[in-house]
């Protein structure tokens, strides 16, 4: 067993975290713009999802992975929600249409907060596999001492 | 003559197998919001006992640990059937194993240490 063998579960757990934090970003900034009737491209803010991927190195069609090929999660990237925008009667509003609606974006904020509290803990998850990693090494170093 | 008894070889493959279950089970974790993304375990002690039972005991040479698709919890409308609690309860019980295992041989190489020396 190389020593690059040993720190593999702690790139795994990096990059669940790398990708859980990720997540929360996102989340906080479909909230953040829970109520933007304006956005780059146009038109109102739309929310924003993760995609995520399972990272396997040399693995092909359906073949059962080995040790060395398990390589945590990778970001796939970033994609807007396509579902549809509500619209509310308010003439008021400077972004109004001609008939008095306004478009608002498709966030609604109990999706966010339950996609919130999952990453959270999930993000707590990786970090506890972190912790464990790192006991198991120093247990491992006991055996040089004494 | 064999001056290292069969146990140190044993210790030393669950050791190797305790630490491969723990990339597995980080592997799990790191997927738990993966869409498509199905649990994996490793099988070996399973494995050795029978193999052993049968009166093979030149398995532990042999044998060597199985990644295989575990029994996860409820598949998720995303296809994702990681149960996040099982998995942290699974890293738990392996880290407790992790530290007998390196107990057990820490132990032994004291009484081979006392051996040598002679007192």
């Given amino acids: ?146 | 003559m064999n001056i290292t008894s069969g146990n140190m070889e044993l210790l030393s493959r669950v050791l190797s197998v305790a630490s491969m279950r723990h990339d597995v089970i980080a592997q799990n974790i790191a997927n738990v919001n993966t869409p498509g993304f199905h649990t994996l375990q490793v099988n070996f002690e399973e494995a050795l006992r029978e193999a052993m039972d049968a009166g093979n005991a030149g398995s532990l040479h042999t044998l060597s640990p199985q990644i295989t698709l575990g029994a996860g919890g409820v598949e998720r409308v995303d296809g994702n059937n990681v149960d996040i609690d099982q998995e942290v309860n699974r890293l738990q019980k392996n880290t407790l194993l992790f530290k007998v295992y390196t107990q057990l041989m820490a132990t032994q190489i004291a009484q081979y240490r006392s051996a040598i020396s002679g007192h």
Avoid: C, W
């Fill in chain 1, 1 to 146: 067993m190389s020593f690059d063998n040993l720190l593999v579960a702690g790139n795994i757990s990096a990059s669940g975290l790398a990708a859980e934090r990720l997540r929360m970003e996102v989340i906080a900034n479909n909230i953040a713009n829970a109520m933007a009737t304006r956005s780059a491209n146009g038109g109102p803010f739309r929310r924003q999802d993760v995609v995520f991927e399972a990272l396997m190195n040399d693995l092909t069609g359906d073949s059962l992975p080995n040790a060395g090929s398990l390589g945590g999660v990778r970001t796939v990237g970033v994609v807007p929600d396509q579902s549809e925008l509500p619209r509310i009667h308010n003439p008021g509003h400077p972004d109004a249409d001609g008939d008095g609606f306004v478009t608002l974006p498709n966030v609604f904020l109990p999706i966010e907060m339950v996609n919130l509290m999952t990453a959270s803990r999930a993000y707590e998850a990786n970090l506890k596999v972190l912790q464990n990693l790192r006991q198991q090494l120093e247990q491992t170093l006991t055996l040089l001492r004494s």
